[in-house]
């Protein structure tokens, strides 16, 4: 049975930087095929691709964000760790990590998910 | 980036209606099509991908169709549990990107 579940700091000053950490079971990110996502959410808004690491240490970042953001895992703790830096209040959203749907050779979206969890920026 | 945009926005229906959310590609994304589902409280959860394929668990009344850069994601009898948000998701190059939802909401 696959679980994740995202933790965090719930509040961040602007300009700080923010550490979310996924830790998951079920799944070993040392296996071939395996991949972790993070997606965010902002109030009563859409949903928003982050960042995506795979088992081979592969990185993919949203253009948009990439200077900001940086994905590492650590396959004996089980965990996925999302870095965003110099936050601000645009960025208050629901933080989501989630597995990676992964058919040979082909990554088709997420198909298990954390609950989520809320980080506000505010001063 | 592709950009994906879904129709309606919103909309009302009622049990055991028939309801048909389109998703369009700003590009070819061949099959690399997938469709969520958001209730509050409720963790994301999968219930298309690549297009057509059903993810295990999921209820057959759920059905998507398309390739190129038109999807559709319908629903043959609407249930209670199914008033939620649906969002679309292509996969076939990063940044991944989704629609901006669909709310189904009851009449």
């Known amino acids: 049975q696959i679980t994740l579940k995202e933790s965090g700091p719930t509040l961040v000053k602007p300009t700080q930087t923010l550490t979310l950490t996924c830790t998951f079971s079920?799944?070993?990110?040392?296996?071939?095929?395996?991949?972790v996502g993070w997606i965010r959410q902002p109030p009563g808004k859409a949903l928003e691709w982050l960042a995506l690491i795979y088992w081979d240490d592969d990185k993919r970042y949203s253009p948009s964000l990439k200077s900001r953001l940086t994905i590492t895992k650590d396959t004996s703790k089980n965990q996925v760790v999302l870095t965003m830096t110099n936050m601000d209040p645009v960025d208050t959203a629901t933080y989501y990590c989630?597995?990676?749907?992964?058919?040979?050779?082909?990554?088709?979206?997420?198909?298990?998910w954390g609950q989520g969890t809320l980080v506000t920026v505010s001063s | 980036d592709i950009q994906m945009t879904q129709s309606p926005s919103s909309l009302s229906a009622s049990v055991g209606d028939r309801v048909t959310i389109t998703c369009r590609a700003s590009?070819?994304?061949?099959?690399?099509l997938n469709w969520y589902q958001q209730n509050p409280g409720k963790a994301l959860k999968l219930l298309i991908y690549a297009a057509s394929s059903l993810q295990t668990g999921v209820p057959s009344r759920f059905s998507g169709s398309g390739s190129g850069t038109d999807f559709t994601l319908t629903i043959s009898s609407l249930q209670p549990e199914d008033f939620a948000t649906y969002y679309c998701?292509?996969?076939?190059?990063?940044?991944?990107?989704f629609g901006q939802g669909t709310r189904v909401e009851i009449k």
């Open positions: 998701q292509q996969s076939y190059n990063t940044p991944w990107t």
């Open positions: 590009q070819s994304i061949s099959s690399y």
């Open positions: 989630a597995h990676l749907k992964w058919l040979p050779s082909t990554p088709y979206g997420f198909d298990y």
């Open positions: 079920g799944f070993s990110l040392s296996t071939s095929g395996v991949g």
